[in-house]
């Protein structure tokens, strides 16, 4: 059993928490994409666990494994076993595995990262954590693998070639080229206590499928942010959409079996690009208060609006979803009315799916159907029918404005605080 799970809106739908619902009936759990960019949390047993590159599986038994499509930081994922490890969690080269193909982002990475996004005059807001220009590297095959740190002769070599062009861009750009040649003592330092942990996944994901076993791809980052489908130029630099799993894990798609979308019960932004339902008001503020709506990564106030149906829809093409997980429900309640947005208007025309462009995105303004909100606290309901009947209204048109299944209703951070409708 293969299961794909990525975020349907613009990150931050709380994959992390559905995943780690859903871990302990899976012997694999797998990131196939982006970086320490995401950060996904976790809730459970009164701990909250934020993670950036180890799977949200990890409070269960299952084997932990990062993909060669990842770009990682290993400071980062240092830091995390750490913190896991403070908190009883060991995470042991028998329960993670890196594959040896993996980029690995440098120091020069993420100083290039800031320094580009400093000079753009339109900024992506990017979390600045090197990941688009280790993917530059890893396209422009100039990229240092997870072998490359494990190795001292290898990454001096590495280096010795890539080094040279780092500092001359760096200089370009009006920062320190010192940065090229920095940190290398360190990386090799954690490279020897990361050796134990390499493998090769696609082989092992590949062997656990044909035993039968179960295997879980977490995604990262969300469907509008893809590097291909998203609205570039305000996107991360990965492939966020299911397909994604296959290409970054190296299985094949005929061993897909589920794929599942997580999308919250409002819209939420971090960085910059269009957000047509947006709400720079006192809906927008309701949300991000009662949605605890700041970014795990960066801690910057995220950007808030109303259910957007049309990308929904799109959401669904570019995925293939065969269920979806509708997060955050509780947030919605104390609004009244409570807005879902049906189609668009652009240039005096209606539309029911989103412009390919991004300005033109940016130019549609929503056309909204009103429904009514309710009061009541729900973050203790544990069935569909615990819900006051305007909650169950809002996720059956919801369901029926999408054209899809809403297999799992999430009314709290906490793990117990899901149900399958
Ligand atoms: P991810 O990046 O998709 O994993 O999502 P994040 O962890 O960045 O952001 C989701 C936030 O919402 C986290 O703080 C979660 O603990 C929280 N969360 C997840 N599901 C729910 C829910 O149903 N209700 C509420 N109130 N919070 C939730
Ligand atoms: P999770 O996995 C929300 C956004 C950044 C920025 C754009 C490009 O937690 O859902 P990058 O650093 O990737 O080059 O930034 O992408 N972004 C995210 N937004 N959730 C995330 O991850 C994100 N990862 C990147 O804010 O707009
Ligand atoms: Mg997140």
Redesign the pocket.
């Known amino acids: 059993m293969f299961t794909v799970i990525t975020?349907a809106q613009f990150?931050?739908?709380?994959?992390?928490?559905i995943v780690d619902m859903m871990a302990s009936q899976y012997d694999i759990v797998a990131r196939f994409q982006g970086g320490d960019n995401?950060?996904?949390?976790v809730?459970a047993e009164g701990k909250?666990y934020k993670l950036h590159l180890i799977p949200?599986g990890v409070l269960f038994d299952a084997r932990l494994l990062i993909g060669p499509g990842t770009v990682m930081n290993p400071k980062i994922l240092m830091e995390e076993i750490a913190m896991l490890a403070e908190n009883g969690v060991e995470v042991t080269p028998q329960k993670l595995g890196i594959d040896a193909k993996t980029s690995i982002i440098m120091p020069y990475h993420i100083a290039l990262d800031s320094l580009r996004e400093s000079r753009r005059t339109v900024k992506i807001g990017t979390t600045n954590r090197g990941i688009g220009f280790a993917y530059v590297d890893k396209v422009g095959r100039d990229e240092i693998q997870m072998s490359d740190i494990a190795e001292k002769n290898r990454l001096i070599k590495r280096l010795e070639e890539i080094a040279p062009q780092k500092e001359a861009a760096i200089k370009e750009l009006g920062g320190d080229p010192g940065v090229a040649r920095s940190g290398i003592e360190e990386y090799l330092e954690i490279g020897k206590k990361l050796k134990p942990y390499i493998t090769d996944v696609s082989k092992e994901i590949n062997q656990a499928l044909k035993s039968g076993k179960k295997v879980l791809a977490e995604g990262a980052q969300g469907t509008h942010l893809d590097i291909i489908h998203g609205t570039q130029k305000f996107v991360t630099s990965s492939s966020t959409v299911a397909g994604s799993a296959c290409s970054g894990l190296g299985v094949g798609p005929t061993k897909v079996d589920r794929v599942i979308g997580?999308i919250k019960a409002y819209i939420t932004r971090v960085g910059e690009g269009p957000l047509p339902t947006e709400q720079k008001n006192e809906v927008g503020e309701h949300l991000r208060d009662m949605?605890?709506e700041f970014g795990?990564t960066t801690g910057r106030p995220r950007r808030c609006g109303w259910f957007d149906v049309p990308l929904a829809r799109k959401s669904i093409n570019l995925n293939g979803y065969s269920s979806m997980a509708l997060?955050?429900?509780?947030?919605l309640t104390g609004l009244d009315p409570l807005k879902l947005c049906l189609e668009y208007s652009l240039k005096g025309k209606v539309i029911d799916y989103p412009p390919e462009l991004s300005d033109e995105l940016a130019g549609c303004e929503p056309v909204y159907l009103d429904l009514p909100g309710w009061n009541e606290d729900i973050s203790d309901a544990r069935d569909f029918s615990d819900l006051p009947d305007n909650a169950r209204l809002y996720i059956e048109l919801v369901e029926e404005l999408i054209g899809m299944e809403i297999e799992y209703v999430?009314?709290?951070?906490g793990r117990v605080?899901t149900f399958v409708k």
């Open positions: 975020g990150g931050d739908e709380g994959k992390g928490k995401a950060g996904h949390t809730v909250t949200s997580v949605g605890g795990t997060t955050k429900l509780d947030v999430s009314v709290g951070p605080q």
